[in-house]
């Protein structure tokens, strides 16, 4: 009888053990959230430091430019033609960089936990009763 009695427990040490699974459960919410913001700050950083890579390649472009237009009024045809060649691909790698930038800045905006807040959402009505919480 005494198996019986250890697998039963009595509502007050149910209750009992309430305040530390809540516990439990607000500190993993906190540890989601924390991770949640890492993930989301780290892709935005990614993205604003692709930015400033197109800004600098967008500089070198226009150097370039400048360089083709002087070239281009001061020499033949070859010099500047060169020089156009070289700040179309300096075009070419800032538009990427931009691209890639725009798209990591995306992933990282609104900075928002959203994931965890749909999570604490999933919680309360749990404990209200209203739906079960997903494991």
């Known amino acids: 009888m005494s198996d019986v009695s250890q ?3 009595s509502l007050f040490a149910l209750l009992g053990d309430l305040p530390h699974l809540l516990v439990d459960l607000i500190r993993g919410e906190i540890d989601n959230l924390k991770q949640e913001m890492v993930g989301k700050l780290k892709k935005a950083g990614i993205g604003i ?3 400033v ?6 500089f070198f472009a226009l150097s370039a430019l ?3 237009a002087i070239l281009g009024i001061a ?3 070859p010099a500047w033609a060169s020089a156009l060649i070289v700040a179309g691909a300096l075009l070419v790698i800032t538009a990427i960089l931009a ?8 992933r990282g905006v609104p900075p928002a936990p959203t994931e965890t ?3 604490v959402r999933q919680d309360v009505n749990a ?9």
């Open 7 to 9: 697998k039963k427990r």
């Open 49 to 51: 430091g692709l930015f």
């Open 53 to 58: 890579g197109a800004g600098i390649f967008a």
């Open 66 to 68: 400048v360089a083709a």
């Open 75 to 77: 020499e033949a045809l």
């Open 99 to 106: 691209l890639v930038g725009l798209s990591q800045l995306k």
């Open 117 to 119: 807040i749909k999570s």
């Open 127 to 135: 404990i209200k009763g209203i739906g079960k919480r997903a494991s």
